[in-house]
């Protein structure tokens, strides 16, 4: 079906950007969010790491299942062509 081929070339071409708070000594979960997405941001506070993340479509629901409790959810941009 040429409508879901466009569809999800159209879903390809976009990155989920994610806010994820994360203990500063929980360097496994760093680690992780580097391992899996591409860390456009690190913020240092306190005890708190927060981290700006782009994340393939595909890769979303493992985000979401990996840090429950920590992720926002900021935006979809699209991918640099």
């Known amino acids: 079906n040429d409508l879901l081929i466009h569809l999800e070339t159209i879903l390809a071409s976009e990155m989920a950007m994610l806010r994820i708070a994360l203990d500063s000594a929980d360097g496994a979960g760093l680690a992780w969010a580097h391992a899996h997405g ?5 913020r240092d506070k306190d005890q708190t790491v927060t981290l700006t993340v782009a994340v393939d479509p595909p890769q979303l629901d493992r985000f ?10 900021q935006q979809s941009v699209r991918r640099a062509s």
């Open 64 to 73: 979401l299942t990996h840090y429950p409790d920590k992720v926002t959810f």
């Open 38 to 42: 591409q860390v456009l941001e690190r």
